[in-house]
């Protein structure tokens, strides 16, 4: 079946470090989603790229689609505290949305 | 805002008990899905609906069924509850199968 890896599974940083979390697909995505999960919450919509190539900017995060449509990115400039949380990348496959199995950001302050 | 809400965040259950778990969003979504959640293994789809009535097989069915009897409401049914069916059980809607997902704040479930 479809499958979206998503990498790195952790990644610790100090506040005011960049961070990156990378998601591919084996196979073309119709769109690819992002969402955030803060410790003890639920996954919260954060955007949807569409177009190949596309890139979205919110603040100090910025999401990447790549050209062939199976691979993303998430980047945050300069971490802050309340960045922390697992950040999951979600794979359309036509009428299926599939998870990658997130990355755990923590941020020392 | 789209709300979904679950009517339980925690729960405790017994071996062989049957569970509903219960779902409600407020905005008209036609979609509903229903993703259990574990660590190291994300988001897994149970079932989803796009349709009153109609019902999908998501990638981990099997011990469970579902109900959508009304367009707000997707429940959620394990008909003989299991030990290995512990987990955080998440509801979600979207209002087209290529939009972002709403998620309620989940029910943690947890047989014994």
């Known amino acids: 079946g479809q499958q979206v890896m998503q990498i790195p599974q952790y990644q610790h940083v100090q506040e005011g470090e960049d961070f990156t979390t990378y998601c591919n697909s084996s196979?073309?995505?119709?769109?690819i989603q992002w969402y955030k999960q803060r410790p003890g919450g639920h996954p919260v919509f954060l955007i949807q790229l569409v177009k190949s190539g596309e890139v979205k900017k919110q603040k100090r995060l910025t999401f990447q689609f790549g050209e062939a449509k199976k691979n993303s990115s998430l980047h945050i400039t300069a971490t802050q505290t309340t960045d922390v949380g697992t950040y999951f990348c979600?794979?359309?496959?036509?009428?299926?949305?599939?998870f990658g199995a997130g990355t755990i950001l923590r941020v020392k302050s | 805002d789209v709300k979904v809400t679950q009517s339980s965040r925690y729960l405790v259950k017994r071996t062989g008990e049957k569970v509903f778990l219960e779902c409600v969003q407020d905005m008209d979504h036609e979609n509903m899905f229903w993703y259990r959640q574990d660590p190291g293994l994300g988001l897994r789809l149970i079932y989803f609906?796009?349709?009153?009535?109609?019902?999908e097989k998501g990638d981990i069915p099997e011990g469970y069924s579902v109900s959508r009897e009304k367009k707000e409401r997707f429940s959620l049914i394990l008909e003989s509850a299991s030990t290995n069916q512990t987990s955080m059980y998440l509801c979600?809607?979207?209002?087209?199968?290529?939009?972002?997902?709403?998620f309620g704040s989940g029910t943690r479930l947890t047989v014994v």
């Open positions: 979600a809607s979207s209002l087209g199968l290529g939009d972002g997902y709403t």
């Open positions: 979600a794979g359309n496959y036509g009428n299926k949305l599939v």
């Open positions: 609906s796009y349709d009153v009535k109609m019902k």
């Open positions: 196979t073309t995505l119709s769109n």
